[in-house]
């Protein structure tokens, strides 16, 4: 049963439209134009420049149809309003109806307005399928720019028009904010913007409506800044409502696994420390995002919150995105809890089942720590007093897999982190809500890595670097190049690699780890890496994250340009973990697209995780940047966060007081937007 404000079209339509995601009016009118054709005047042809889109009148001269070598309809026109101007109009798929239509024009002496770019042709000016209509008589000109829509097949611009400007007669566009507000802040009333962006008039900044700057545009950004602040925030105070187990303790596990480390925490540390702390002891849901750099202490500061878990009579989960790092994370946790009488479990899809389900059983049971891939939300596992759960790389997780495991243990605190920095309008935008704890101090010591570029016609000279470096006692890491398209050839390219390093370096121990080993396999290899038993561990990007090895101070990227930001400064980050001088070689092959010079420019010249982050944000994006279509954030569609950071904070604060003063205004706004889709919402 068709609802009040659903478009009113045939079905065929309706199924069309519902690919653009267009479901009511209001979807109508927020869907704005990508550009504008100025048809509010018409220019002689003798006048008209080549190759921009122009608008002229004239009368049919001749028309016929060329066989060969492709059928055509070739039409010659002369000028409605000069004595000199002629065209031709190339028609390369037409209908009969089409032709018998232009053969009556002629006959009859109509007039053709006709649209299009001319272009010189054999014959000489012509305009090629251009956009026509027949004039019986004398038809005004538009009062305004025509709009050109995003659409899909068999869903003409006509059709779409038509629609849109019903949409705007019969919607409704009042104001749901406070106008004296909207004027303090230059923010036109929501109809006249979105009205004058359907229709602009002539005289509107053709520079401003295409860059987006007009104020029009700026209106409807921040409006769409804030639905999704509004919707943010609601599922933030939604999910405070809910019960949580209060995880309070006297902290006395967390002081003996401190007082066990060699060395102090950083003040950093120790503010999220506490603010982590005051969330577990509280009686709903945390839900904290904990970033920072590579190499700050992130996992340490996991491993207290656990502590406080734990002495709290709960169990903690800790979950990575693939087996090497939950293993390493294992491993290090393992060492670090394990004296103090912490039960810590190893759980991953590639162990045996009969080990697979003793440790199932031990997380049922008697397990305070459980460590493990994907394989933590499996149905089979059950957990038997969940109070915290930790993602690493959280981005790396869709929302499903999240949602899983908080129902896993009846709503469990939960603890997102991110080596990647996420630029400050980004979360404010993206994880608008979720609090969000950053570590922005490196420990004491750490030496910043140094980064070279080289050709790969240099190659010789960084296996070069690869022998003195072994020679001096010390390991390296060679990363094999990225192939997005097929896991086989990635598989091959690492195969390659190392058969020619072992070739080249042949009194050197080098080992292989790559996906397709069996988890047994790859942490063999990697134990060997640690234990100083191999010397150049050639990898593909398995070992992107959690990989510690402080001998470990080369770091060669092959094919460098076909990593991203993110992956390249990641993969640096696995070395430098010691006191000696480390160094990461980009190893690039010519010629570069302007994009991957960028991006190698900007892993040159910065160290700082958060400005390699900002900058990515800038070449990237933010849908991509966050992979926020699988994190189930609405995108954005005409917001820029780099360029409209103004208007993402004043969202965010008029969300905050519109739901505490005025809910009824934010349910409106809220429903304009979003209409029934606020199930979008971030897990």
Known sequence: MPTADAIDAPPVIRSRLQK?????????????PLRYEDETRVTTIADAPCGMPVQVEARIIDLSVRPAP?????????????????????????????QRALENARECGYKLRLFGEIRAGFLGPEMVHPRYRILADDEKLPDSLTPVYPTTAGLSQASLRRLITRALHNA??????????????????????????????????????????????RRIKFDELLAQQLSLRRAYLARRRKGAPVLASAGRLGRRFEASLPFALTGAQRRVVAEIAGDL??????????????????????????CQAIEAGYQAAFMAPTEILAEQH???????????????????????????????????????????????????????????????????????????????????HQLMMSATPIPRTLA?????????????????????????????????QVIAAVRAVVAGGRQAYWVCPLVEESAKLELQAALETCAALSAELPDLRIGLVHGRLRGDEKAAVMAAFVAGGIDVLVATTVIEVGVDVANAT???????????????????????????????????????????????????????????????????????????????????????????????????????????????CARRHLRRWLGNREELLKA
């Open 70 to 98: 492709r059928r055509q309809l070739l039409v010659r026109v002369c000028d409605a309003h000069a004595d000199d101007g002629v065209l031709d109009l190339r028609f390369l798929s037409f209908y009969g109806s089409q």
């Open 281 to 306: 002891a509280a009686p709903y849901p945390m839900q904290r995002l904990l970033q920072g750099d590579v190499g700050c202490g992130k996992t340490i500061v996991a491993a207290l919150a656990a």
């Open 428 to 460: 404010m935008s993206y994880y608008a809500d979720l609090d969000v704890s950053v570590i922005d101090e490196m420990p004491p010591g750490r030496l910043p890595i140094r980064t070279r570029l080289f050709s790969d016609s240099r190659r010789e």
């Open 172 to 217: 409704d566009l009042a104001e749901l904010l406070d106008l004296d507000w909207c004027n303090r802040h230059s923010l036109l009333p929501f109809g006249t913007a979105v009205t004058l962006l359907h229709a602009p008039p002539p005289e509107a900044s053709d520079v401003a409506l295409q860059t987006r700057s007009h104020p029009a545009w």
């Open 554 to 664: 080369l770091m060669v990227i092959e094919h460098a340009e076909r990593f991203g930001l993110s992956q390249l400064h990641q993969l640096r980050g696995r070395v430098g973990r010691g006191r000696d001088d480390s160094v990461c070689v980009l190893l690039y092959q010519q010629p570069l697209s302007p994009t991957a010079r960028a991006r190698l420019k900007i892993i040159f010249e910065n160290t700082d995780g958060f400005e390699i982050a900002r900058q990515d944000l800038h070449l990237r994006g933010p849908g991509e940047f966050v992979g926020s279509r699988q994190s189930g954030v609405p995108m954005l569609r005409y917001a820029d966060l780099e360029g409209d950071a103004d208007l993402v904070e004043l969202a965010q604060a008029l969300a905050v007081h519109l739901l505490h003063a005025d809910p009824m």
């Open 20 to 32: 653009l995601g267009l479901h009511r009016r209001d979807d109508l009118v927020l869907h704005l």
């Open 330 to 412: 294992f491993l290090k946790l393992q060492a670090w809890l394990e004296p103090l009488g912490v039960e810590v479990v190893w759980l991953t899809g590639s162990l045996r089942k009969s080990v697979k389900q003793a440790k199932q059983l031990q997380a049922a049971t008697t397990a305070q720590l459980i460590v493990g891939t994907h394989a933590l939300i499996q149905e089979s596992i059950d957990f038997a007093r969940l109070g915290l759960v930790i993602v690493d790389e959280q981005h790396r997780f869709g929302v499903v897999q999240r949602l899983e495991l908080r129902r896993k243990g009846g709503n469990p």
